[in-house]
């Protein structure tokens, strides 16, 4: 199975701020990297698919980058709507794994 | 636009078998693959396994011997079985819809989730 990596667990952060969150693979994963964001006692959402494509009607604050094993999750300005917890999932070969979640709080 | 939405039993005992469903509106059921994932009250994200729109699943490999995953098409709603249930398959189950291959096979819409809770 590809273990999925994301660092760090949790952050503390202002409205405003810059926020990254990464995900490294154990091994490469080309471009299958989804980014989802889930709040408290809801369904998660997909943020971005791909590793760097926006899903329609997602904040552009949003963006992701990254390849082979290495990724990125940016929050550009950090909205009160953000405060939640981030998770990325792999889908290059079943099973498909996921991180094991950043909570993003406030400061 | 298409919604999910999950229905189960809420209450298992341990030992026996789990039947979900997770019934689709705004869209086809053969139109798409599905994912059915798990998060245990507190934890993380588990992803069980996916059904494409031809029947074809494919199962994480702990479930591999307990689960079942089926599409009926003339209910438009996907099914999950789980068998030989324990404590440690209490959880939120959800359903989610997959964009394809070349969209990295993403879930981007879930259902609301159904609570289930093995105990005696």
């Known amino acids: 199975d590809i273990q999925m990596t994301q660092s760090p667990s949790s952050l503390s952060a202002s409205i405003g701020d810059r926020v990254t969150i990464s995900c490294r693979a154990s091994q490469t994963i080309s471009l299958y990297l989804n980014w989802y964001q889930q709040k408290p006692g809801k369904a998660p959402t997909l943020l971005i698919y791909t590793a760097s494509s926006l899903l329609s009607g997602v904040p552009s604050r949003f963006s992701g980058s990254g390849s082979g094993t290495d990724f990125t999750l940016t929050i550009s300005s950090l909205q009160p709507d953000d405060f939640a917890t981030y998770y990325c999932?792999?889908?290059?070969?079943?099973?498909?794994?996921f991180g094991q979640g950043t909570r993003v709080e406030i400061k | 636009q298409m919604q999910l939405h999950e229905s189960g039993p809420g209450l298992v005992k341990p030992s026996e078998t789990l039947s979900l469903t997770c019934s689709v509106s705004g869209g086809a059921v053969t139109s798409y693959s599905w994912s059915w994932i798990r998060q245990p009250p507190g934890k993380g994200l588990e992803w069980i396994g996916y059904?494409?729109?031809?029947?074809?699943?494919n199962y994480n490999p702990p479930f591999n011997s307990r689960v079942t995953m089926s599409v009926d098409t003339s209910k438009n709603h996907l099914s999950l079985t789980l068998k030989s249930l324990t404590a440690a398959d209490t959880a939120v189950y959800y359903c989610a819809r997959d964009r394809p291959k070349w969209e990295g096979d993403a879930c981007d819409i879930w259902g609301q989730g159904t609570m289930v809770i093995v105990s005696s």
């Open positions: 059904i494409d729109y031809s029947g074809n699943t």
């Open positions: 999932q792999q889908t290059y070969s079943p099973p498909r794994t």
